[in-house]
């Protein structure tokens, strides 16, 4: 079965750091292009970034409003993403989900909340 | 502000069809892919449609998918109460380098 598990949620102050992790089960992490969406309660859905594959080059990309605070990596050898953010702002309050769209392993995780307040 | 605009709300009655527009401009919908998301009350979002009309694996045929120039549809036919969620289309825009949401639509099944 494909799953997706996020971590690592929490509150944090504005100003501080968190770093969430999702461990990947059920297809071929490694080759998995994966992302990180948010959704801030009661609202839409937000594109956070993405990492492509190391086959595909391992490159990142990344929402404007996240660009230069938040780092997505991998460590495909735990089958895990991860997101380490940074100068959080308490517009950054939102589940976070990890998630895949390649096909036939279209997957998201759960969510983990993440709180910015003081 | 979405770059994609889809109707806040939709509705329909059992068994009839309903469709969910997303408009968006010739750097997003008008030269890549669209996807959609159905996410039902309290649960994480699930890929609906790929690459403009393609379903994955377990998605019912009453769920289609369509392109035309900057505008996308989604279209539900034979609705049932178990559709009522909110649904969200997402594409890649090359002016921003990077992947954007549509505000998405609550349907409500009457």
């Known amino acids: 079965e494909v799953q997706l598990v996020e971590s690592g949620g929490g509150l944090v102050t504005p100003g501080g750091s968190l770093r969430l992790s999702c461990v990947a089960s059920g297809f071929t992490f490694s080759k998995a292009w994966m992302s990180w969406v948010r959704q801030a309660p009661g609202k839409g859905l937000e594109w956070v970034g993405r990492?492509?594959?190391?086959?595909?080059?391992?490159?990142?990309d990344y929402a404007a409003p996240v660009k230069g605070r938040f780092t997505i990596s991998r460590d495909d050898s735990k089958n895990t993403l991860y997101l380490q953010m940074s100068s959080l702002k308490t517009d950054d309050t939102a589940i976070y989900y990890c998630?895949?769209?390649?096909?036939?392993?279209?997957?998201w995780g759960q969510g983990t909340l993440v709180t910015v307040s003081s | 502000q979405s770059v994609l605009t889809q109707p806040p709300s939709a509705s329909g009655t059992p068994g009839l069809r309903v469709t969910i527009s997303c408009s968006g401009s010739?750097?997003?919908?008008?030269?890549?892919?669209v996807y959609w998301y159905q996410q039902l009350p309290g649960t994480a979002p699930k890929l609906l449609i790929y690459?403009?009309?393609r379903r994955p694996s377990g998605v019912p045929d009453r769920f289609s998918g369509s392109k035309s120039g900057t505008s996308a549809s989604l279209a539900i036919s034979g609705l049932r109460s178990e559709d009522e969620a909110d649904y969200y289309c997402a594409v890649w825009d090359d002016s921003l380098s990077g992947r954007v949401f549509g505000g998405g639509t609550k349907l409500t099944v009457l």
């Open positions: 998630a895949t769209d390649q096909i036939p392993w279209n997957c």
């Open positions: 010739s750097s997003n919908i008008g030269s890549n892919y």
């Open positions: 990492l492509k594959s190391k086959t595909d080059g391992g490159t990142t």
């Open positions: 690459t403009n009309n």
